[in-house]
């Protein structure tokens, strides 16, 4: 079975067509990154117009690397939440019409469950179930026990900032560019990490041991750094991107490896544009006693090969979407209030 992926929930605007859930035929990326870094930031206004503009061309050109036409196309899986909505209503749209005028099924996706699926395109490892996975983009942390591709329990949220925002704002507030995450990455390695002990969240009031919170590491690095400068020499932007983004990793580790010890699963999978961090993946590498598997870099961030992927698992065991399927920007229970 092929399956046209389409993924449009923030400012990527992706098709991808896969084979049998794994086979990558075509995986089409365009991204709004000139558009958006003006403004540090994600316009949702200007995301959706371009997703309007751009949407038939990257679908085509995804057919034609592909060396496909639309005939030869068995299905479609859209991502349908969570995200900006008026972004996801234009590649949900899209996929009704598409599957409408082919007469062919189509599938709606939660694009969170798909980050955890990345890892088995285009990878030699064999993921089996039951796993942690760690999500970890610009709108969502969270930390889950995975059971099967579309079974998971949330055992930890963000109850504020996800980590990619925290990397964003903090990127934005020094002018160090955009995206925050990749940029802060890159600056760091030629930093010190210890130049300034930032703090991480006590979370001491409720059950919180899988949490994690970013708003205090945030107002602190932007804020009253001084207060927690350990260096005496000359601060580089460097030193402040890697000391920051030492407390970012620290504060996501301290909460999988409790979850890692309470269930006792050795094995951790990781999805979202964060998981691209080089700092996070060798931090993970040195825990020889868990079994971290991150997908390719390139299906790390939003991408419609992970779409169709996941999506043919849905549709092989005969689910459908009705045409009247609705987009939604959240998943109760992707996010925590405190305490």
Request: aromatic content about 8%; hydrophobic content about 40%; charged content about 20%.
């Amino acid at each position: 079975m092929k399956v046209l992926g389409i993924e449009t929930s923030c400012d990527e605007c992706a098709a991808a067509v896969v084979e049998s859930g794994e086979k990558i035929l075509s995986n089409v990326i365009a991204t709004q990154i000139p558009f958006h870094s003006i403004y540090n930031g994600v316009v949702p206004e200007i995301a959706s117009r371009k997703h309007t503009e751009w949407i038939y061309a990257v679908v085509k050109e995804a057919l034609d690397r592909a060396g496909l036409g639309i005939n030869d196309i068995d299905a479609v899986a859209v991502t349908s939440r969570p995200g900006l909505l008026g972004s996801l209503l234009v590649g949900l749209s899209f996929a009704k019409a598409f599957a409408w005028a082919r007469n062919i099924p189509y599938i709606t996706v939660d694009h969170m469950l798909a980050h955890l699926y990345a890892p088995r395109l285009l990878c030699e490892t064999n993921v089996e179930y039951p796993f942690l996975g760690l999500l970890v983009s610009g709108g969502h942390t969270i930390i889950c026990r995975a059971d099967n591709f579309d079974d998971i329990t949330v055992l930890g949220t963000t109850i504020d900032d996800a980590a990619g925002e925290a990397f964003d704002k903090v990127a934005k507030y020094y002018g160090f560019g955009y995206p925050g995450g990749a940029v802060i990455d890159k600056m760091s390695r030629s930093g010190d990490s210890g130049a300034f002990n930032f703090p991480l969240p006590s979370l001491h009031k409720g059950d919180h041991r899988y949490d994690v919170s970013y708003s205090g590491l945030k107002t602190a690095a932007v804020n009253h750094p001084e207060l927690f400068r350990v260096k005496k020499e000359t601060i580089k932007n460097e030193d402040i991107a890697a000391s920051f983004q030492k407390a970012a990793v620290d504060i996501l580790l301290r909460a999988l490896l409790n979850a890692a010890e309470d269930t006792g699963l050795s094995t951790i999978v990781a999805g979202g544009g964060v998981a691209a961090n080089s700092y996070l993946r060798n931090c993970l590498a040195q825990h020889q006693e868990l079994n971290c598997i991150f997908p390719p870099l390139e299906l790390c961030g939003d991408n419609a090969a992970m779409i169709a992927g996941i999506g043919y698992h849905y549709l092989a065991r005969g689910e459908r979407s009705p045409l009247n399927a609705l987009a939604s920007a959240r998943v109760v229970g992707f996010k925590k209030k405190y305490p």
